[in-house]
T-cell receptor, first 115, second 112 residues
Framework: SAVISQKPSRDICQRGTSLTIQCQVD?????MFWYRQQPGQSLTLIAT?????????ESGFVIDKFPISRPNLTFSTLTVSNMSPEDSSIYLC????????????FGPGTRLTVL | GESVGLHLPTLSVQEGDNSIINCAYS??????FIWYKQESGKGPQFIID?????DKRQGQRVTVLLNKTVKHLSLQIAATQPGDSAVYFC???????????FGRGTSLIVHP
């Protein structure tokens, strides 16, 4: 299994500003993902962070709003741009080997509140 | 699209009782199922998984049952403890995709 950390753990931001969330994995992983979880809701995949290339976004999420970087096999960032109160959510990083015999592991999440 | 859902959004049990959390899925091509536990303020934590060629798998105090005929998955927790209080998500993968589809979640509340 992989141990995943995220920074910051929580933040309160003003609308119109941007926040970058960092995700660090304690070992090299093939695949990294970013999810959003609204309070009391399930997880929604934002994008797959690809090492050395542009992220793959799910329907409803775009690069201009959620730019993602993945400079190496252990680190990724998600930026929430031009925030509005609707962006208030928990943002989760996950990672895994991509093997059919392996599952994803999750970070502790970043709780974002936009005022 | 395909969906994975849970029958009960909240389950309250007494400490020491057995808990059963249910999950229905609709994608007949699903071949791998996972249960996650999410405690308040934390990310989802892997509990147990099962492949479609099995109908039962046991872990420590947990058992997952899979009924492919009716597309139903359950998580049984034996001798439930207060530390088991959390939201439990089922998730499924299919067609070789590594990315799971998550269900709605069930909140388990264990009363001392």
């Amino acid at each position: 299994s992989a141990v995943i950390s995220q920074k910051p753990s929580r933040d309160i931001c003003q609308r119109g500003t941007s926040l970058t969330i960092q995700c660090q994995v304690d070992s090299q992983v093939t695949m990294m993902f970013w999810y959003r979880q609204q309070p009391g809701q399930s997880l929604t995949l934002i994008a797959t962070a690809n090492q050395g290339s542009e992220a793959t976004y799910e329907s409803g999420f775009v690069i201009d709003k959620f730019p993602i970087s993945r400079p190496n096999l252990t680190f990724s960032t998600l930026t929430v741009s031009n925030m509005s109160p609707e962006d208030s959510s928990i943002y989760l990083c996950s990672a895994g080997s991509g093997s059919s015999t392996d599952t994803q592991y999750f970070g502790p999440g970043t709780r974002l509140t936009v005022l | 699209g395909e969906s994975v859902g849970l029958h009960l959004p909240t389950l309250s049990v007494q400490e020491g009782d057995n808990s059963i959390i249910n999950c229905a899925y609709s994608n007949s091509a699903s071949d791998y199922f996972i249960w996650y536990k999410q405690e308040s303020g934390k990310g989802p934590q892997f509990i147990i998984d099962i492949r479609s060629n099995m109908d039962k798998r046991q872990g420590q105090r947990v058992t997952v049952l899979l009924n492919k005929t009716v597309k139903h998955l359950s998580l049984q927790i034996a001798a439930t403890q207060p530390g088991d209080s959390a939201v439990y998500f089922c998730a499924e993968r299919s067609g070789g995709s590594y990315i799971p589809t998550f269900g709605r979640g069930t909140s388990l509340i264990v009363h001392p």
